[in-house]
């Protein structure tokens, strides 16, 4: 009788408790991540109180619903309602927050597939995960979604979210299918109109808004991109008007306004990630731009007078002036970032942490030892080749530039050979150039005419027995006075032996080398070659691929603060006047010239193997583990990278060939085909006509190009990133700006290098000011956030519900971690002499994980900072 009372119940719809199943809603509040906007919190529970609440409501996967209007789409269950939005209070330090959610159980929606959501709140918030629970026939059921989602009336169409799962187009579920192609679509935009913060539209741009002819033409900068003159990669359009003096050029926001730089809401910083940033942004360079901070410097502002008086900056610190400025900047932040800068700034000094360079041995960065080894494992190892011939030649239009040929003979070298003549050195492979003679010459006239003064450098380097650099020789240039076509004027400098004016002019002469290549680490290895090449691939990458498509859940958490970061370095770094300008010797001609070097860039050639292979660092060998062989053993760089490189292959290999079995699935896939051709033709658009570009037809050739976007925007970029503070934050090792020539005999210069050597040598380098402000930004830059993300990490354990690509990343996790082991054990190896060196620092820019903060390790998963 129980029995039948309980099915005449539930026939008639009154048993309620089991026609529902929950949905547990995690999110964030709007005024957990932004302390000092309180009223959005007071509106939205007001909003509720009046019956304006966020809904959702389910999409089937298997049941649809048909009409003239809309097509064929899944069918729409009812709406639910988030409970309790009023009474589940949020703590003041950042958390989450999870509700249910109630759903009726409808038989026509069978399997969910979607959602929509709706929020008729006054203000956004940031939904990180949907799973349903116990659905009849179906267990649990999970989104990951992560992104901002803002009140409905913002939106032209309804917010989306998919399940978990994976599909290619040909394989989507026909109910799924429209609402897919409907979301690229917004996503893509209209190609017009001012962006404003709620949008979420992926689109490309030139860089025209470095330049600001608005408020002085010595602010203009010409147009990246677009041009055979200046090519560049796209960058996200913001939609802002022109400038008004220029309408090539896009209006800047004002720099008290750069944080509202438009970048798609969902690519912007994390909130930890922001308060990090910005706490040690505030900290670092609030403490050198005030402008009471020259009254503090000694009879000498401009100048460090002595070594010692550098290490202070390290060792003691100086106070802070107080003033109205540091007070207004207190004032205007929000209150986590308050608390940072209290407890990192509360006694008022300004100190920068030890850079690793120094800390166990102040002098041992000026040995030549040192200044080679680097070269192989400091902060851009990617720059040293090998000599093929000699002397050296140069690619420069000899009609144009007229005679480059080095005056550097074999008598500069030949005694330091071990007995070899030069011609059995460069056939034993012992011989290499750190080469920054051809890139610079077009421009060292203009840059020679402002107050930095460069050479052109070759560096020529000896391979030892125990598989160590010498320096050999550094040959100076500068343009001939009479003009480019008569060719250069060149002085060739040899080592000599410290505490001699001979040693003094050899420690100038490796300075002024140090200089050109930290120019060319920030603007080409660093900026150029991750920062701005990847931004294409990730505005391709949301306009054409579905988060249900596989290369999208592959590639997408390489893509993590890309732009973001990006966005930031155009308002306040890479910009004209910007810091990059005040701190690197290029000043304002900085950009132009990555333009320049980017007219070379090759995405095949950015596969490691082939990379070192072009630079003659390695030979090709299919009897090697990595199908190379290097020509020098023990280069930290590249043994590591060879691993990770590996490893990443070997992962994308694995998960591309669970999706794509045959290649006839690579060419049937009409996302990826419109994807990759976007990627060529509009992101990487000065360069499409390009022979070079892997046509997308087969498997190797996607597994091949998404190993290189990886490696980019991951190892790449971290082993040319965190190595900065550690070796560059002593600007001595590192100098960025040189201001003055070598010292000629008979000048009052040349008496100073002969009396004071220290103080000659600190007068040429960067300045002190500008040493202040350069360590401040790379103290930054070389931070790993405290939510950071590494290379075999994700942020979510459900990121995918198939389970063969969950094994498969448990697989290249396992294979990290076995190479993290191997990296301790190498720099634990005496015979290594490269990987720690005279001033013991292990090699570690290549070790995958990493705590948060300054530690000279971690491979995060993307160009993030």
Known sequence: MDMLHKISKAINGEDRENRTFRGRVVLMKKNVLDFNDLNASILDRVHELFGKKVSLQLISSVNSQS?????????????????????????????????DCMFDWEEDIGLP????????????????????????????????????VYPAEKYKTDRIFFTNQTYLPSETPAT???????????LRGNGSGKLEEWDRVY???????LGEPDRDLKYARPVLGGSSEYPYPRRGRTGRPPAKTDAKSESRLPLIMSLNIYVPRDEQFGHLKLSDF???????????????????????????????????????????PEGPLLDNVKEKIPFELLKELIRTDGEGYARFPMPKVIKEDKSAWRTDEEFAREMLAGVNPVNISLLKEFPPTSTLDPKIYGDHSSSITRYHIENSLDGLTVHQAIHAKRLFILNHHDMLIPYMRRI??????????RTILYLKEDGTLKPLVIELSLPHPEGDHYGVISKVYTPAEDGTVEGTIWQLAKAYVAVNDSGVHQLISHWLNTHAVIEPFVIATNRQLSVLHPIHKLLHPHFRDTMSINAFGRQILINGGGILEQTVFPGPYAMEMSSLVYKSWNFTEQALPVELMKRGMATEDSSSRHGVRLVIEDYPYAVDGLEIWSAIKTWVEDYCNIYYKTDDVVQNDNELQLWWKEVREQGHGDKKNEPWWPKMQTRKELIDSCTIIIWIASALHAAVNFGQFPYAGYMPNRPTISRRLMPEPGTPEFEELKSDPDRAYLKTITAQLQTLLGISLIEILSRHSSDEIYLGQRDNAEWTKDAEPLKAFEKFGNKLRKIEEKITEMNNDMKLKNRVGTVEVPYTLLYPTSEGGLTGKGIPNSVSI
């Open 278 to 320: 910005l706490a040690y942004a505030l900290k670092s360079i609030a403490q050198v731009l005030l402008p009471e901070f020259e009254a503090l410097a000694d009879s000498t502002p401009t100048e460090f007078d002595t070594f010692e008086d550098l290490l202070q900056l390290y060792e003691g610190g100086v106070k802070l």
């Open 113 to 148: 597939g979607a959602f929509l959501i709706r929020n008729f709140h006054h203000s956004e918030f940031y939904l990180k995960t949907l799973t349903l629970e116990n659905v009849p026939g179906h267990g649990n059921i999970h989104f990951d979604c992560n992104s901002w």
């Open 67 to 99: 009409s003239a209007v809309n097509g064929l789409r899944g069918k729409l269950g009812k709406p639910a309602y988030l409970e309790d939005w009023i009474t589940t209070v949020t703590p003041l330090a950042a958390g989450e927050s999870a509700f």
């Open 448 to 457: 020679n005419a402002t107050s930095t003064k460069i050479y052109a450098t």
């Open 203 to 209: 689109d490309y741009a030139f860089y025209n808004d």
């Open 176 to 186: 799924l299918l429209q609402y897919r192609e409907e979301e690229l679509v917004n």
